[in-house]
């Protein structure tokens, strides 16, 4: 999962455009270990931006990262140069809460199929049936035709009367 994160850079409290700002640390909060540093591109007017996949096997047990950028020594003010903040894996939770919502809505609609398929079951194992016409019929408690089957002998002949088989209707 890949997220992007912005900032703005300004030079005497206006928009600094033009500039190549790097990573002066990039560091797991937990461990303290230093980690190689995404690069940070222009978007324009004064915003810049980074990207962390967060599935990538640098981040692998990272969940908080703190940073520090430099805006380059042509910044005046320190205040505006040194940029430092923190990042966290789970900066993206409504991409994830949507995700799990989707899962959700997907999960329950395989249950209500499943239910539909065993009350079908049900109505099959206990239900009204009939033979007629070399067809096995069966009927829901309300009286609703529900499956239909051609039934045939031992020969692959259609038959009423003692099947071999049974075969479902289209």
């Known amino acids: 999962m890949s997220e992007t994160y912005s900032l703005t ?9 033009g500039l ?7 560091r797991n909060v937990l461990s303290g270990a230093a980690i190689t540093p995404e ?3 222009e978007i324009g007017n004064g915003h810049y931006k980074f990207v962390v996949n967060w599935d990538a096997a640098k981040y692998s047990g990272v969940e908080k990262v703190v940073f520090t950028i430099d805006a380059g020594a042509g910044i005046a003010e320190a ?3 040194f940029i430092h903040g923190e990042i ?7 991409e994830l809460t949507n995700n ?6 997907t999960v329950a609609s395989n249950v209500v199929t499943a239910l ?9 194992l206990v239900g009204k049936w009939e033979i007629a016409d070399n067809q096995l019929k069966f009927y829901d ?6 499956n239909t089957f051609d039934l045939f002998d031992a020969d692959g002949e259609a038959t009423s009367q003692q099947p071999y088989s049974r075969v479902p209707t289209t």
Do not use: C, W, Y
């Open 79 to 81: 205040s505006e140069r």
């Open 20 to 26: 190549t700002p790097t990573f002066g640390s990039f």
């Open 39 to 41: 690069t940070i591109s």
């Open 88 to 94: 966290t894996k789970f900066d993206n939770a409504h």
């Open 100 to 105: 799990i919502s989707a899962t959700l809505d």
């Open 9 to 17: 850079i300004t030079d005497s409290g206006s928009v600094a455009t």
């Open 141 to 146: 408690s309300s009286g609703l035709l529900t």
């Open 116 to 124: 539909s398929k065993m009350n079908q079951t049900v109505d099959v």
